[in-house]
């Protein structure tokens, strides 16, 4: 059975600095990784899609990387804003889409 | 329209009453997925439409629990005998195709009383 899990749960890093979010998943055979932001009360808003075959995605200050043989992506944050603060979800597709639980981060002004 | 939509966005049900949530997708998009979440967690996956066929309902917790998506685009995700550990996010998304990046709706976040 499929589990993902991100590491860490929660994050506080000042302004500006740089920061990497951790997934990890248990079935290294996945059609592909998409990472998300959720802010409070609100619905899920994608970030990036790696498919299987591809190693990492970026846009803008965002870069997702995919190692499926260990069966591992980071999120890589550059130079954070407070506008960054919100709690940020992994999830792969198998047969079926599996979310980690998030990690919650907070931007200190 | 521009984006997945979800109605109500609240809803407030009293215990044993029956509720109907709607998913209207990105036009266009061949699949959707329902999934709940609950405070805390990340979503959790629910069932799984192509177009009207409902290929996958692994995730539905009970026989109270009932989706359709009858002519291929909304779909309503129905409740029966509403109980308190059914309150949680439900979190519509939709895709081009089952693979592809997957687009979510606002939620319609239920409480049973």
């Known amino acids: 059975k499929q589990e993902v899990t991100q590491i860490p749960a929660a994050l506080s890093v000042p302004e500006g600095e740089n920061l990497v979010l951790n997934c990890s998943f248990t079935d290294s055979a996945i059609y592909n990784l998409q990472w998300f932001r959720q802010d409070p009360g609100k619905g899920l808003t994608s970030l990036l899609l790696i498919q299987s075959s591809q190693r990492e995605q970026t846009s803008g200050r965002l870069n997702a990387s995919l190692d499926k043989s260990s069966g591992r992506s980071t999120l890589y944050i550059a130079a954070s804003q407070p506008g960054d603060s919100a709690t940020y979800l992994c999830a792969v597709l198998d047969d079926k889409i599996i979310f980690g639980k998030g990690t919650r981060l907070h931007i200190l002004p | 329209g521009a984006g997945v939509s979800q109605s109500p966005r609240y809803k407030v049900a009293k215990r044993g009453q029956d509720v109907a949530l709607r998913c209207d997708p990105i036009s266009g998009h061949v699949s959707l997925f329902w999934y709940q979440q609950a405070l805390g967690q990340g979503p959790e996956f629910l069932t799984y439409f192509q177009n009207e066929a409902q290929l996958d309902k692994s995730g539905l917790p009970s026989d109270r629990f009932f989706a359709e998506r009858p002519e291929g685009s909304v779909s309503t995700l129905k409740i029966q005998r509403t109980q308190q550990e059914d309150s949680a996010v439900y979190l519509c998304?939709?895709?081009?195709?089952?693979?592809?990046?997957?687009?979510f709706g606002p939620g319609t976040r239920l409480t049973v009383l």
């Open positions: 998304a939709s895709s081009l195709q089952g693979e592809g990046e997957q687009f």
